[in-house]
């Protein structure tokens, strides 16, 4: 078995580590032996799925035994019409980490560069490691935001694409309209620019956040999802847009019935729901301040953030790997960020106000042990 995985698995893969997703609710149950568990650890939407997301699936069981719409005319003409796009533009996935699958598949091959940051989705650094693309990481500004003077720098030749989280995951932080500009004016046409906006709804009122609606570059590839926000992570659903071109490469090397028919559903029947996704911004908007508030008070300094998340800094990583233990065995599951390469820091999603208040009452009960453990003032 061993000589056929060394036969078998191109030298890229072989030290690629697979995709750690935040801990499951069931397992947390079985292995504490707990019933009550707040998961703060995979930005998912504390409220659930809107009612018409629902009520579209429930209305779809009835036609499992048939395929879904490849086409997805329906789905795709809600987002059309929000979007004011033409279908041709529009690419479906099973999630955005679906699409950027596709786009690793289509346009990335063994030995291409692929420009991106530090600290950011290690879902994508995996999707290019697994095409053997060759991963060229700038830092962070010091304000943990994506460095577009560093990047248009180390843009050369050999460069296919650019991958930006905005706003980014996991530091929450985003690249004003200005950066945006700036960097787009070293990008060579021939480059792709990956524009990941999976955190979109939480961020697009801010003045200087760049909607990428707003602009048409044909080289520049946007992916949103429908797990975020629309609270339909379970679904898999993720969406982009590009120049037609781009969108009919990268059509050829999709599984041709994704998303299934529950996704097509389920997200068509979120898009029609703005009360739900309007109830969830204001949801976010308050846990953000109280849980800011929090940490600050408790000197952690956190990221100020435009997402459902806050990072917030423990020191080291044995902290943090104690935070997080000890927060597990109250029910509170956060996510550490040794895998994001940011050790020294961990990251807490909003829940709503049941799930935050556990999360304080667990963070007050555990702090003065951590505190004396890792030598902080205890308040
Ligand atoms: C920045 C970023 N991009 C993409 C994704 C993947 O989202 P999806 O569920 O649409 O695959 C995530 C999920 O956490 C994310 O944080």
Redesign the pocket.
Known sequence: MEKLARTLVPEYLKDLKVYQAGKPIDEVAREKGLTKISKLA??ENPLGPSPYAIKEMTGGLWDLHRYPDMHAFQLKKSLCGLYSLEPGNIILGN????IMAYIARAFLQPGDEVLTCENT?I?FYILARSVGANLKKVPLTSDYRFDVEALAKSITSKTKAIYI?NPN?PTGTYITKKEFDYLMEYVPDHVIVLL?E?YFEFAKDCDDYPDSMDYRYDNVITLR?F?KAYGL?GI?V?YGFAHDELISNLSKVKLPFEPNLIGQLGAKGALNDTPHLSRTLKNNKKRYNETFDFLTKHDFNPIKSITNFITYKTGSLEASEWMFENLLNEGVIIRPLKANEMPEYVRVSLGNKEEMQHYFEAMVKILPKYNDLFGRPTK
């Open positions: 995979s930005n999630g955005s980490e679906g989705f879902g989280a995951n990941d999976a999802t797990s992570s898999r993720g």
